[in-house]
């Protein structure tokens, strides 16, 4: 029998038994399994060299003059919870064997015993020994590693009671009182973000999985704004094997660097935009009045080079209003005047705007109207969104070709859908035409000019309903953007 597979691990034991067969047989026994075994006659030795060093294993006689086993035993329970302790029994004290168990003993060895029993006795309680080192080192690093971690890190079992978290979370959500080890978890915080996802997060189904996401902003109304804190918190569950949730595992990061960056950037695009607005306002009527002869003839060549001028500052007129209008929308000024609308009547008229520019191409554009519930919404930027896909849909399709915009109630939301059967997006590109500026440069759209900030726009006044929008497209063939508004 091989006690310990591991050889460069050489555990240490002590026996103590006042009969010096015993210690003699165990020492032979253990020093040839690989064991470093000390020995002591009686328990005030043995306690001696507990204080002086450490072992894995106690191996102690019941029975010994002086110092008792029992009281041994407790003693090295106390001092040493790491070390395993065995106790040696004689024939008649089954129930000081059973008596000591209840005290901590690991196992027991009725005397006299084989070799062999000594072995399997002592092989059992290495492997304790070592899964109870394994466990404490890997929680030791498990905590090294939280501590230093820059984010927040919050566990909670399935109770919602606190069992893990570090400095960082304290320093974040401000809290200085004492330990919060096996706390409830309203001992940290009431935030309603932070607790509803973590809510969300433990009240999942078995098996089931999700991230849930919240930004929270902890002593809002204290210290004013300067000091604002912007967190965000994303929690995750943690299962056993069979998938039933064990807790949940919430990661917060200081997001208050970006939220300031991303304000001063809005800011700095609005002042800019609405700045440039005037001058180039003045730019146009000035050609304006060059074009209309007032300031003398103008011939054809410069009529055109004038025309040319006008197109690309009426360009930069609708750049900047657009950039205006993102950052409006971003900074929540824009979708505030929600009240019950009828979008299809919305959409309709915008259908009949923009058949005029359908015609220019040949572009048979029809709305499927139905009848359909009112939604909460803001009629002006619900207007935006839809102007932005129809001309987009017209514009990216060519001559001959079909544009349909359609509505349908799905499940708890109204959807549009507008289609055209255009010159569509390569699949790479799709996740991208959302973002502010991009332009998808192909063969087929290279000479259409545009900003690139009509979806981002679209994408913004959808969420602030707490709508989505997607896309499906097929290249050649076309595609069909869906926006979905929650019903109520
Ligand atoms: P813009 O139209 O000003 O370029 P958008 O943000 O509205 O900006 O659109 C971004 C890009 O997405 C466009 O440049 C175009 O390549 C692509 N796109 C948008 N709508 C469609 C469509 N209906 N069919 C094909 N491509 C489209």
Redesign the pocket.
């Known amino acids: 029998m091989v006690l310990i597979e591991d050889y460069t691990y050489q555990p240490k034991i002590l026996v103590i038994d006042d009969e010096e067969r015993i210690r003699r047989g165990c020492s032979k026994i253990l020093t040839k399994e690989n064991c470093l075994v000390d020995v002591a006659e009686n328990g005030e030795i043995g306690l001696k060299m507990i204080a002086e060093k450490s072992y894995d294993i106690v191996l102690i006689d019941l029975m010994m003059p002086g110092i008792g086993g029992m009281e041994v035993l407790a003693k090295v329970r106390e001092q040493h919870p790491d070390s395993v302790a065995i106790v040696i029994t004689g024939f008649a004290t089954l129930e000081h064997s059973i008596e000591a168990m209840k005290k901590g003993a690991f196992d027991f060895i009725p005397k006299p015993f084989t070799p062999d029993q000594l072995r399997v006795v002592v092989g059992k309680a290495l492997k304790m020994t070592r899964t109870l080192q394994d466990i404490a080192t890997e929680r030791s690093r498990l905590k090294i590693l939280v501590n230093y971690l820059t984010g927040g890190v919050l566990v909670t079992d399935k109770r919602k009671n606190i069992v893990l978290y570090n400095p960082a979370l304290l320093r974040m959500l401000g809290h200085e009182g004492d330990s919060l080890d096996d706390r409830p978890l309203s001992a940290l915080t009431t935030d309603e973000k932070l607790t509803g996802i973590i809510d969300g997060i433990l009240g999942l189904n078995p098996g089931e999985f999700k991230v849930l996401s919240a930004e929270i902003m902890p002593h809002e109304s204290g210290e004013g704004e300067f000091n604002q804190l912007y967190l965000r918190a994303q929690a995750v569950p943690f299962q056993n094997r069979s998938g039933e949730i064990l807790g949940s595992v919430t990661i917060i990061d200081d997001i208050t660097h970006l939220k300031k960056l991303d304000e001063m950037k809005s800011a700095f695009v609005s002042m800019v935009s609405h700045e440039i607005r005037s001058p180039l306002s003045t730019i146009l009527t000035q050609i304006k009045v060059l074009t209309d002869g007032l300031a003398g003839e103008v011939s054809p060549k410069q009529a055109d080079i004038l025309g040319k001028v006008s197109r690309k500052v009426q360009g930069l007129v609708e750049l900047s209003n657009e950039l205006l209008n993102l950052s409006r929308i971003e900074a929540g000024l824009i979708v505030q005047d929600k009240q019950q609308v009828q979008l299809m009547d919305i959409i309709e008229n915008l259908v009949g705007f923009m058949q005029t520019k359908a015609k220019e191409k040949n572009i048979s554009l029809n709305l499927q109207k139905g009848n359909l519930p009112v939604i909460n919404a803001d009629m002006k930027s619900m207007e935006e969104v839809f102007s ?1 896909l129809i001309t ?2 017209i ?2 399709t060519p001559e001959g070709g079909t544009v349909n915009v359609a509505g349908e109630v799905k499940g708890n939301f109204l959807e549009i859908r507008v289609s ?1 059967t ?4 390569a699949p790479d590109e799709i996740p991208r ?1 959302f973002e502010r500026f ?3 440069q192909t063969e087929k ?1 290279r000479d259409i000019v ?7 726009i679209v994408k913004s006044i959808v969420e602030a309903h707490n709508g989505t929008v997607r896309v499906e ?1 097929k290249e050649g063939a076309g ?1 069909t ?1 869906y926006v979905r508004i929650p019903l109520q």
Do not use: C, K
């Not at 255009?422 to 997006?425: F, S």
């Open positions: 932005n987009n849909a514009t990216y055209d255009g010159y569509g997006i035409i991009y332009r998808v759209t545009g900003t690139g900030l009509g979806l981002p497209s595609s953007f």
